[in-house]
């Protein structure tokens, strides 16, 4: 889009110290630690300021009152609430995933050797699947999409466009895998406005992703399963999650976004964490255990909520039970 463009759909203000070309492109929206020139993205939380000060982004949007934070070579556009307008704009820079297979702007899939594929599966534009992949009925692959060798996708599998899936991986049926994430920005009138994700999902190699789970898609960037993980059935992993090496997540689990894993963290049946964290590696999360901020010493077991190391926890649910036995 022209930056023109965007002040009119947002109906605000422009301030540079270097002269404004308004017929410049924007071509995507992206995080301030990743932005690039030619790139949109946002600053609301002084958090950040590291990130912003670092950044090659052309375009920002903030609030007034942080504008004396911004660096000069960043071109700024004066926003009451920058998040909900990112979200107004995110709809615009949304991938279309709806190209027909007759179109002339369809590109062939790139099928491997000793490939098997269902006559009922939806392949779209610009597909690569590996060798020795097999493919079953109802499975639907979005757009430049890619699925290495020696896969096995069952029946009724949704992969969204843009998804990256390794060697040796097998995804059981009704798993959706780059779906949006659950991301709203609300302004001061409690509405709510969808939040497009243009990031996607990157699987590794020797990953196995149980029934009915869903893995949501990066807003920027990418959601990571790292090489060897195994996931359960109905697990859920939020939007911009990287999940380490060789973890496991047991069934209905739940991840929140942008939550980061080391490798062999075991998350136990309903166990779930809050977005924004880090668990350290080699934890294990008991069942239906809750993490609500960072671990950051690794080998650790942890139960309960509030989270507790297992033996506190185990102590303490004796001294409760006690306690309720003289009551």
């Known amino acids: 889009m022209k930056l ?9 203000k422009i301030i540079s110290e270097s002269g404004i070309d308004q017929d410049m492109k924007i071509h995507r929206i ?31 949007l903030v609030r007034e009152k942080h504008l004396e934070l911004i660096p000069k070579n960043i071109i700024k556009l004066i926003s009451k609430n920058p998040y ?11 991938i279309n995933d709806q190209i027909k297979t007759d179109s002339e702007n369809y590109i062939k899939a790139k099928i ?9 599966v939806y392949i779209g534009s610009g597909v690569v699947i590996g060798d020795n992949t097999k493919i079953r009925a109802g499975t639907y692959i979005g757009d430049n999409s890619v699925i290495g060798n020696d ?16 060697n040796h991986v097998i995804i059981h049926s009704g798993a959706v895998i780059g779906s949006d994430g659950f991301g709203f920005a609300t302004n001061e009138f409690s509405e709510h406005f969808k939040i497009y994700h243009n990031g996607n999902v990157i699987i590794g190699d020797n990953v196995e992703i149980g029934a009915n789970t869903t893995i949501d898609r ?9 090489n060897g993980v195994k996931i359960d059935n109905l697990v859920q992993v939020g939007h911009n999650c990287d999940i380490g090496e060789n973890s496991l997540l047991v069934a209905q689990s739940g991840i ?3 939550t980061r894993l080391g490798r062999n963290v075991v998350m136990g049946g309903q166990s779930g964490s809050v977005g924004h964290i880090e668990i350290a590696p080699f934890t294990i999360i008991s069942g239906k255990g ?15 909520y509030p989270l507790f190391q297992h033996n506190d926890w185990l102590k303490l649910q004796a001294i409760i039970s006690r306690l309720l036995d003289k009551s």
């Open 4 to 12: 023109s463009e965007i002040i009119a759909i947002l109906e605000i």
């Open 290 to 304: 809750g993490v609500t901020k960072s671990i950051k010493t690794s080998g650790k077991i942890w139960s309960g």
């Open 256 to 258: 929140a976004g942008s």
């Open 84 to 94: 909900v307008d990112m979200a107004k704009l995110s709809k615009f820079f949304a």
């Open 218 to 226: 990066a807003v920027f960037g990418n959601t990571y399963i790292r």
């Open 112 to 120: 491997g050797e000793n490939v098997e594929i269902a006559e009922t």
């Open 151 to 166: 896969s096995l996708i069952l029946p009724n599998v949704t992969i969204y466009h843009s998804t990256i899936i390794g």
């Open 30 to 60: 992206n995080s301030l630690k990743d932005g690039k020139k030619g790139e949109l993205s946002l600053f609301e939380n002084e958090k950040y300021k590291t990130d912003l000060l670092n950044s090659n982004i052309s375009v920002i």
